[in-house]
């Protein structure tokens, strides 16, 4: 099993402020690695899929990079909107799994 | 709109069962394949178990592997989840996700609102 570990645990930024969230693979995913927001009460929502591509009605705010065990995903301006948690998954290979999640916080 | 309900949750005691319903809309059901993921309070998100558009091609997480049946009926665009031999760790929030196929498979563009699973004696 894939196991992921998303870091730092809890991110204190104010909004307008540039976010960096990591991800990191116990072996390669390849570029099989999504990024999922979710906000309290609600079931996450796909953001990035396979490492860089926007998923659907995304802002160009959010973006993905990396390859092979490590790989980020970037808040270029954070929004009000976008304090919440964040989770990364792979697809790489049965069973697919998921981080234990970033809280992206209001300093 | 593209849509996905859950029902059926509940409280149930260790060893009982319950059978998980998702009813989809908005979208041809039986060009996707889907999935359900669990998320246990205060966690992160747990893949459970995936079926292909055709019902031919079934995975499901260790922790429910023999326990858990995941299955589909085109006819009426609903996605199961029957359960059995529940154990307090089965207690999460279950929801149901649209998995992009051939876009990206096992990435889950649509999830449900989920429903509530607790088992508690």
């Known amino acids: 099993e894939i196991v992921l570990t998303q870091s730092p645990a809890t991110l204190s930024l104010s909004p307008g402020e540039r976010a960096t969230l990591s991800c990191r693979a116990s072996q390669s995913v390849r570029g099989y690695l999504l990024w999922y927001q979710q906000k309290p009460g609600q079931a996450p929502r796909l953001l990035i899929y396979d490492t860089s591509n926007r998923a659907t009605g995304i802002p160009a705010r959010f973006s993905g990079s990396g390859s092979g065990t490590d790989f980020a995903l970037t808040i270029s301006s954070l929004e009000p909107e976008d304090f919440a948690v964040y989770y990364c998954?792979?697809?790489?290979?049965?069973?697919?799994?998921f981080g234990g999640g970033t809280k992206v916080e209001i300093k | 709109e593209v849509q996905l309900v859950e029902s059926g949750g509940g409280l149930v005691q260790p060893g009982g069962s319950l059978r998980l319903s998702c009813a989809a809309s908005?979208?041809?059901?039986?060009?996707?394949?889907m999935d359900w993921v669990r998320q246990a309070p205060g966690k992160g998100p747990e893949w459970v178990s995936y079926?292909?558009?055709?019902?031919?091609?079934?995975h499901y997480a260790d922790s429910v592997e023999g326990r858990f049946t995941i299955s589909r009926d085109t006819a009426k665009n609903s996605l199961y989840l029957q359960m059995n031999s529940l154990t307090i760790e089965d207690t999460a929030v279950y929801y149901c996700a649209r998995d992009m196929g051939s876009t990206s498979w096992h990435a889950f563009d649509v999830w449900g609102q989920g429903t509530v699973v607790t088992v508690s004696s």
């Open positions: 998954q792979q697809r790489s290979s049965w069973p697919i799994t």
């Open positions: 079926i292909d558009n055709v019902g031919g091609n079934i």
């Open positions: 908005g979208f041809t059901f039986n060009n996707y394949p």
